[in-house]
């Protein structure tokens, strides 16, 4: 089994596991507790179209700020909702997911030994881990918490892009501070949303595994 890391871009028709560790992939993982789907939009006007046809609820922000008439794109607001059918749309990680052409695990912190595990049985031959990124810029958030989900993957082909996100997330300690002190949770402080960046940097509370199939995420039965 091969293991390629990537940044936003797919090319695998086999598995991809896409991270956006702020917030998309832990809101989405946190959220399938609460709803049996989450339906992810590329732009608000396609949430909005996606919710009259549903009944959904919306979620979703742009740049960190909450769109109007939206629930954030927060694990923790998410908490306070349930139902069918959440709506998602965020400025990176729903973005990605509508770009890909294979199936897709969604992978964070709080699942990333879940994900990994769901990701060998469902592979053919490869796993790609996308890196979600902010704006088409790298994430570190996002380069270490592939890591983290790459080191329950160590025992098979790694690339060199795997192998190097691997060995940056080695020690906890360091990949705490420098999450904790990235652009992307920087900016959630500022918007007042920090509480969601230290949920998000927990390891393991959650045995979600999202699966989304080109229309919607649900939870992967391993
Ligand atoms: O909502 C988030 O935390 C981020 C905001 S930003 O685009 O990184 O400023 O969006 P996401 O799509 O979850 O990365
Ligand atoms: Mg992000």
Redesign the pocket.
């Known amino acids: 089994m091969r293991i390629s890391l990537t940044h936003q871009r797919s090319s695998t028709e086999d598995l991809s596991i896409m991270v956006?560790l702020?917030?998309?992939?832990t809101?989405i993982t946190v959220a399938l507790d609460k709803f049996k789907k989450v339906i992810p939009a590329e732009s608000v006007s396609e949430a909005l179209e996606i919710s009259k046809e549903t009944g959904g609820l919306l979620a979703g922000?742009?740049?960190?700020e909450t769109i109007k008439g939206f629930i954030?794109?927060s694990p923790l607001q998410i908490q306070d909702y349930n139902g069918e059918t959440l709506i998602l749309t965020?400025?990176?990680?729903?973005?990605i997911l509508k770009s890909l052409k294979s199936k897709a695990l969604i992978g964070s912190l709080i699942n990333a030994r879940a994900v990994a595990r769901a990701a060998v049985e469902l592979a053919n031959n490869e796993i790609e881990i996308i890196m979600?990124g902010?704006?088409g810029r790298f994430?570190i958030e996002d380069f270490l918490t592939a890591g983290e989900i790459i080191y329950y993957l160590r025992d098979y082909e790694l690339d060199e892009f795997a192998k190097a996100a691997m060995i940056a997330a080695h020690d906890k300690r360091i990949v705490d501070d420098m999450i904790l002190n990235s652009s992307?949770a920087l900016?959630?402080k500022k918007l007042g949303?920090f509480e969601?960046v230290k949920f998000s940097i927990q390891r393991n509370i959650s045995k979600n595994v999202p699966i989304y199939n080109g229309k919607l995420i649900k939870k992967y039965k391993i």
């Open positions: 956006d702020l917030r998309a992939s809101t922000e742009r740049g960190g954030g794109n965020t400025t990176n990680g729903t973005r979600a902010v704006n994430a992307s900016k959630l949303f969601d």
